[in-house]
């Protein structure tokens, strides 16, 4: 079945920059809408960036455009966001989930997903 494992996460201080990656196996990637997602202590999951199968379409969070960039490489079945310009709001759990067709913002359109990884920014 399907299979992604996030990676990347850990602490930074404002100002900083983390790359998250997603590792994606036993499906063709291409086919799969790609979204990253965030849940903090105490908060329901919200999408911060998501991308189609191609990479023509992308779709930002208010909260993170201009911050955050992601981008996808099919062929090596990984999908990224680079994070500049961390803020300490933007410390959570980061998930990245996969879905056939379009790309969504809504984590309940979502079919598969990965375990998460921890990013922490804090001065």
């Known amino acids: 079945h399907v299979q992604l494992v996030e990676s990347g996460g850990c602490f930074a201080h404002p100002g900083g920059s983390l790359r998250l990656s997603c590792s994606a196996s036993r499906f063709v990637l291409e086919y799969y809408a790609i979204g990253w997602f965030r849940q903090a202590p105490g908060k329901e999951r919200e999408g911060v960036a998501c991308i189609s199968g191609n990479s023509k379409n992308t779709y930002y969070a208010d909260s993170v455009k201009g911050r955050f960039t992601i981008s996808r490489d099919n062929s090596q079945g990984a999908v990224y966001l680079q994070m500049d310009s961390l803020k300490p709001e933007d410390t959570a759990v980061y998930y990245c989930?996969?879905?056939?067709?379009?790309?969504?913002?809504?984590?309940?359109?979502?079919?598969?997903w990965g375990q998460g990884t921890q990013v922490s920014v804090s001065s």
């Open positions: 989930a996969a879905r056939p067709g379009g790309w969504s913002q809504r984590p309940q359109n979502y079919n598969y």
